[in-house]
């Protein structure tokens, strides 16, 4: 199966916001968590998971924080806030609204 960026570039930020329910992270663990959930046929760039990061962010729907890391660098952590839960809720039903409509009509 060859999934194209452009079908999944519009649910980057759901994508991440999924990641981050089940608890906080940082960047490198996202997209290896992201990686390996599809089997190494998608990865986010850097600059488009960093950038969407600073989007959230900005909107209110993660928060980020310095990891208190004993020994290597110190890591920037993301936690989803109740506003993003709530996009996320929201984006996954309009998500299997889509899919049931794209099944009927392909």
């Not at 089997?39 to 928060?63: D, M, P």
């Not at 020994?71 to 936690?79: D, K, L, S």
Request: charged share 30%.
């Amino acid at each position: 199966m060859n999934i194209t960026s452009e079908l999944l570039r519009g649910h980057t930020e759901t994508i991440i916001l999924r990641q981050l329910l089940d608890k906080d992270s940082y960047g490198y663990e996202i997209n290896k968590a992201i990686q390996e959930k599809t089997n190494n046929q998608y990865e986010l760039k850097e600059a488009t998971l960093y950038s969407a990061f600073r989007r959230l962010e900005t909107a209110g729907l993660i928060l980020s924080y310095w990891g208190d890391e004993q020994t290597g660098a110190r890591r920037r952590y993301y936690a989803i806030t109740t506003e993003g839960r709530n996009l996320y809720s929201q984006n996954r039903k309009d998500w299997e609204d889509a899919k049931t409509l794209i099944e009927t009509l392909i």
